[in-house]
């Protein structure tokens, strides 16, 4: 306890109006007629001296911010507080001090004298508090002093001696009165009903005062009708959180009634110096009972709730109706069922069922005039739900290709849905079988299923069912078709067959019904692939005439279905030699007359080549061989039998080092 005074003496002690760095705080006020002032000592040692010796105090004029201890007080009237003690020792509590004063002079003015540290500090802790709140505690003791003889322009420095110790300063205006701030932002709150706590900030008045007074009065503001009496001052510890309100609590409440509180602040001399507005708080009427269910029930198609309210205390019961709630949760969303005024403590609600499988929580409220209430526990019933939910609604359905199977439907508008069941089969005509071995949740389901077989389609239905398992009827029967992956019969190539300088290719097409292109592929020696046939009727052959003499080439059917799925048929390899080959390319004749003579130059075939032919016609005459190159890597021939106005033509062959001969290059023309 001593602690915690000593935290709130330092607290209201750093700020007060005019506290000094000696050790002595001292406050002033400024009226009309009158300077007051009164000083806080800091321990218990220099109450005692004020008390064992008194005090001298002097009072200089000054100028205006002169600092009061630079004053000259030399030859300025003094004014002497005699030691006290012994008109304290003598006095008692039926004389003019209070008995609250007396109490807390009593370490201080005991003729056994006080060596133990704790119980000075609690000491000086009491009369500290006493006389920030008390009009005359300081006037006995010698800690005040009124000046009533001053000029109202003036600025005055006042000294006070106290034997023993520092002299300490006041400056004080007296043209500047003291004025005293009204006490704001009061709340007034009420606690459970049985308190109303009254709530300030009391530190931003700390420099005014440290003492409150608190009116209380019912139905209309009353003057002088004091809830405390004696001051009240606010104490907090140093393990408050900063910021807190203070506050001051009335247990003492008349229900029913409005109740008015007004704070009046002292100043530090122990007067009414500061006032809130009058705040106003309605204390209903309480509803003074537990509610308790006795029984729920079910009678012929209605559910029956009984119970009572068992009064609490002496006080009157203050109930006014019985409310009949229910919620589907226990400690939330109650919604009325049924009310009825209050005839007695007893109560009874009849409502009607509104069918099997209802769940409820109910509580009944009982509730004042005033709308006070007090609830029950909230007790739970139900009946077993035989009625099964409305049927599902399929709304889709697709395969992948993986043969994922996802499924979608709209859930019936039951509320009480467990879960669904869901049910497959291959054909209309096949018993469905279920899928699923734990109810499933959601309105939607992944199946997996094979694609490797022969149907194409798989068809599923769904029932819902509640909580109480009832099944649902059957929802419609939704069909979902399987993606195709199984590819189709390769159309069958017969061998080909060389005639007429053409490959001619037969075949047999696919008996697969979904087939959406054929195609006849040719391969050569080189690598080059070309489709050189596609078809989707019943096309049966085709003839290639891009053949190459001496060559092998190769071919092959492949066949595609609708859903992208192809196969290949087997590869049909046959060499084409028809006893010639191809002409050779790029066969050119330059004449160069400066030296006289036509250059014939040509491309190398692919062939391996044992010589070269060079054929010549001279104007209208015949095409004669004219030489035969037997070096294949040779591809320049110069004719040098050349003369001026003549044309000549020439084509060119070659033998190959098997003895096959090319056809005649196309014929080229010169004038030389």
Same mark, same amino acid.
């Given at each position: 306890?001593?602690s915690?005074?000593i935290?709130v ?7 007060l ?26 321990? /218990?040692?220099q =109450? ?27 030859g ?8 006290? +003690? ?16 007396r ?10 004298? @006080? ?6 500090? /609690?000491?000086?802790?009491l ?10 505690l300081?006037?006995i ?38 004025? *005293? ?5 009061? +709340?007034?709150?009420l ?30 503001p009353k003057?002088?009708?004091?809830l ?17 309100l ?8 008349t229900?029913?009634k ?11 001399f122990?007067? !009414? ?11 209903? +009427? ?6 308790? @269910?006795d029984? =729920? ?6 559910r ?5 309210a ?16 229910k919620?589907?949760f226990?400690?939330?969303?109650f919604?009325l069922?049924a009310?009825?005024?209050f005839?007695d403590?007893?109560?009874r609600?009849? #409502?009607?069922l ?9 509580? #009944?409220?009982?509730?004042?005039s ?8 909230a007790? *739970? ?8 939910p409305?049927?599902?609604v ?8 993986s043969?994922?199977?996802?499924l ?11 879960? &669904? ?10 018993? /469905?079988q279920e ?13 997996k ?5 022969l149907?194409?389609e ?5 029932r819902?069912?509640?909580r ?23 159309a &069958?190539l017969?061998? !080909? ?14 008996e697969?019904?979904?087939?959406f292109q ?14 050189? /046939?596609?078809?989707?009727d ?17 071919y092959?059917i ?8 192809s196969?290949?048929?087997d590869?049909?390899?046959i060499? &084409? ?12 004749a330059?004449a160069d007359r ?10 190398? !075939? ?10 010549k ?7 004669t ?19 001026i ?5 020439? &084509? #060119?062959?070659?033998?190959?080092d ?6 005649p ?8």
């Open positions: 306890m001593t915690k005074i935290f003496l330092f607290c209201f002690w750093t700020v109006l005019q506290a000094q760095e000696s050790s002595i705080s001292l406050v002033s006020e400024v009226k009309k007629d009158t300077i007051r002032l009164k000083w806080f000592l800091k321990d /218990f040692d =109450i005692q001296a004020v008390i064992n010796f008194g005090y001298v105090i002097e009072r200089a004029e000054i100028q205006g911010d002169m600092n009061p201890e630079m004053a000259n007080f030399s300025v009237e003094k004014f002497t507080f005699a030691s006290n +003690k012994g008109a304290l020792q003598r006095i008692t509590l039926e004389d003019t001090i209070s008995a609250e004063n109490s807390v002079l009593d370490a201080f003015i005991s003729k056994s004298k @006080i060596t133990n540290a704790s119980s000075k500090d /609690f000491a000086y802790a009369f500290t508090l006493q006389n920030a709140i008390s009009k005359d300081a006037e003791a010698g800690l005040s002093y009124t000046d009533l003889k001053f000029d109202k322009n003036k600025i005055y420095a006042y000294r006070i001696s106290i034997k023993g110790l520092n002299p300490f300063y006041a400056r004080v205006n007296a043209s500047e009165w003291t004025v *005293y701030p009204k006490i704001e932002g009061v +709340k007034l709150n606690d459970k009903k049985k308190t109303v706590d009254l709530e300030w900030s009391a530190k931003q008045y700390t420099n005014f005062g440290f003492g409150y007074l608190i009116q209380k009065s019912l139905d209309e003057e002088g009708t004091f405390t009496l004696r001051p009240y001052a606010p104490v907090k510890t140093d393990t408050e959180k900063e910021g807190k203070d506050s001051y609590r009335d247990e003492d409440l229900e029913g409005f109740h008015f509180y007004r704070l009046t602040g002292l100043n530090y122990g007067e !009414p110096a500061m006032y809130s507005e009058w705040f106003k708080i309605f204390v209903p +009427k309480s509803v003074n009972a537990e509610i308790f @269910i029984s =729920i029930y079910m009678q012929d198609a209605t029956v709730v009984e119970g009572m068992i009064p609490v205390g002496n006080g009157t019961l203050h109930i006014d109706k019985f409310l009949l709630e919620s589907k226990r400690d939330k969303d919604e069922v009310q009825q005024d005839i403590t007893n109560f609600f009849v #409502v009607p509104v069918g099997t499988g209802d769940q409820f929580y109910y509580r #009944v409220t009982a509730i004042s005033d709308k006070d209430s007090v609830f029950s526990n007790d *739970y019933f139900f009946t077993l739900d035989q009625e099964p409305g049927p599902v399929m709304k889709s359905g697709k395969i992948d290709s043969g994922i199977v996802q979608l439907w709209t859930p019936p508008s039951d509320k009480d849905i467990k879960g &669904y069941r869901i049910f497959r089969a291959n054909a209309l005509d096949e018993e /469905f899928v699923n071995k734990e109810l499933s949740p959601a309105s939607a389901y992944i199946d299923i094979r694609l490797d077989n149907t194409s798989v068809y599923y239905f769904v819902a069912v509640d109480n398992y009832n099944n649902s009827k059957n929802s419609d029967t939704l069909l979902v078709l399987k993606p195709d992956t199984i590819p189709p019969v390769v &069958y017969y061998k !080909p067959r060389v005639k007429d300088s053409a490959m001619h290719l037969t075949w047999s097409n696919s697969s019904v979904d087939v054929n195609y006849l592929i040719r391969q050569n020696e080189a690598g080059q692939i070309d489709t050189i /046939f596609r078809w989707k019943n096309a049966t052959s085709y003839s290639d005439v891009n053949l190459f003499p001496g060559k092998a080439c190769t092959r492949r066949t595609m279905d609708k859903s992208g799925n196969s290949s048929g590869v049909r390899k060499y &084409y030699e028809p006893g010639y080959r191809l002409p050779l390319k790029k066969v050119m330059l400066e030296k006289k003579l036509i250059e014939i130059s040509w491309e190398a !075939p692919t062939e391996n080549v044992f010589s070269y032919q060079i054929y016609q001279e104007d209208d005459g015949k095409f061989l004219i030489k035969t190159l037997e070096s294949p890597e040779k591809l320049v021939f110069q004719d040098r039998v050349v003369a106005g003549n044309r000549y033509r020439y &084509y #060119v062959k070659f033998i190959t098997k003895g096959i001969h090319s056809l290059s196309t014929k080229i023309e010169v004038i030389y």
